[in-house]
């Protein structure tokens, strides 16, 4: 079955970069949607950035300029690229597969923590 990894997450300063990793163990991008969602101590989990089965992106509007969500097919990987890093990125970052033909069927990773201070 579909396993989602992700990597990439660690302590960084304000202003600075990070680029998170979600590596599936098998090819799923021609069937569905990926993205990344992020959950803050005492808010919501909130959809950060999604890259769809034919390639269209979207994010999240305090993110925009700033993260770029991407896909490597070949290595069955997807990629969260952040910078320009704020205080209030701080949270768990997941993974998240869900099938572009039945929406109810969602594949989630283990999550992966940032943490943006001084």
């Known amino acids: 079955q579909v396993q989602l990894v992700e990597s990439g997450g660690g302590l960084v300063q304000p202003g600075g970069s990070l680029r998170l990793s979600c590596a599936a163990s098998g090819s799923i991008f021609s069937s569905y949607d990926m993205g990344w969602y992020r959950q803050a101590p005492g808010k919501q989990r909130e959809l950060v950035a999604i890259?769809?089965?034919?390639?269209?992106?979207n994010y999240l509007d305090s993110v925009k300029g700033r993260f770029t969500i991407s896909r490597d097919s070949a290595k069955n990987t997807v990629y969260l690229q952040m910078n320009s890093l704020k205080p209030e990125d701080t949270a768990v970052y997941s993974c998240?597969?869900?099938?572009?033909?039945?929406?109810?069927?969602?594949?989630w990773g283990q999550g992966t923590q940032v943490t943006v201070s001084s």
């Open positions: 998240n597969a869900r099938f572009a033909y039945r929406a109810s069927l969602q594949i």
């Open positions: 890259i769809t089965i034919t390639g269209r992106t």
